[in-house]
């Protein structure tokens, strides 16, 4: 009596994948040969699950991964690929697996504080009102000169370089300060010098506003925080990212760069003001490389999320993968 024996069971080979990736730090670092990063360690696990062997094919952008997928030398894409609705035609994605958006980089602030002392003293609104209060000093001296010149002897007659005594007396007097060593004598001139010294009180709180709204301004249009402050900046994005159709839809000018690297380089050299991109990748930099350089200011301009791009399903197999979604 023969013994029937089963059959050894023997596990299913691992069925092999090409998956395209992009370096997009911290979604995909490259090391070395091998690959690292959140996308990657979200693949690995999903990969070790589905007995996937997977292979990565390196790419420099997001349209060069889609094209992979598109044209059947990549099985699926994965780094920092957002979700959106001209995206979901020719494609079909996994459901959400990171919450992103798009957000503002910029220069730190490095400006020395004397230095941007010097240049607020110098700009033109504060030139501006230096000279008007100059004016007010000079003519009042002069008509103050004229009245007290024949009976002051403080004031001589002599125009050069006697006018230069009025001048001293009508600058120390609007400024509240009156040394004393040259004081009016007629009646007429001394009801001037009172109502020169309350026009001081009023000339001086107005230079002082002046030139305290002056400094505001220059740091309010210095400083970009939202969208409507990216109107005459030099701002810069990749190109073919959503960031850079966000900036198109809304008519913003901007640098065109095939990385973003590239424009983290551009920014740190002081050749562009801002940079517009997925927020995840501007916090990583300016927490890592950019520490102390760079800073992400303001909110999202707008909402993403990030999704693993497959080829698009069959009509009929549409709705019944798990964790895929695909347009009609």
């Not at 040969?33 to 996937?52: H, K, M, P, V």
């Not at 997925?278 to 301009?301: F, I, M, N, R």
Request: proline share 6%; aromatic share 10%; glycine share 8%.
């Amino acid at each position: 009596m023969g013994v029937q024996t089963a059959p050894d069971s023997q596990p299913n080979a691992p069925e092999s994948v090409v998956v395209a990736v992009m370096e997009l730090q911290p979604f995909v670092i490259r090391d070395g040969e091998d690959y690292t990063g959140f996308s990657i360690d979200l693949w690995r696990a999903i990969a070790s699950q589905a007995n996937l062997d997977c292979t990565f094919l390196p790419g420099d952008s997001v349209d060069e991964q889609l094209a992979a997928v598109q044209e059947g030398r990549a099985d699926l894409a994965l780094a920092g690929i957002s979700i959106t609705s001209e995206r979901e035609d020719p494609f079909a994605f996994s459901y959400p697996y990171f919450d992103a958006g798009l957000q503002i980089l910029i220069r730190r602030n490095l400006t020395l504080p004397l230095l941007e002392l010097l240049a607020t003293a110098f700009s033109p609104a504060v030139l501006e009102l230096v000279g008007i209060m100059i004016l007010f000093i000079l003519v009042i001296a002069h008509i103050f000169w004229l009245i007290e010149r024949r009976d002051n002897p403080d004031f001589p007659r002599a125009y050069l370089p006697d006018i230069m005594e009025a001048i001293w007396w009508s600058a120390v007097t609007v400024t509240t300060v009156g040394y004393g060593d040259r004081t009016p004598r007629g009646g007429i001139s001394r009801v001037l010098a009172i109502i020169w010294m309350f026009m001081g009180l009023f000339l001086i709180a107005n230079f002082t506003a002046g030139v305290t709204s002056v400094i505001t301004l220059q740091r309010l249009n210095g400083e970009i925080r939202t969208v409507s402050d990216l109107a005459g900046k030099q701002v810069a994005t990749v190109s073919g990212s959503t960031a850079d159709d966000f900036l198109r839809d809304r008519r913003i000018p901007a640098r065109w760069v095939d990385s973003i690297e590239a424009a983290f380089d551009l920014l740190t050299q002081q050749q562009i003001e801002a940079i517009v991109y997925d927020a995840p990748v501007l916090d990583y930099y300016a927490t890592t490389e950019g520490q102390g350089l760079v800073e992400v200011v303001g909110s999202l301009l707008e909402v993403e999320r990030y999704g693993i791009a497959v080829p698009p399903r069959q009509p009929a197999a549409r709705g019944h993968q798990p964790g895929f979604t695909g347009g009609d």
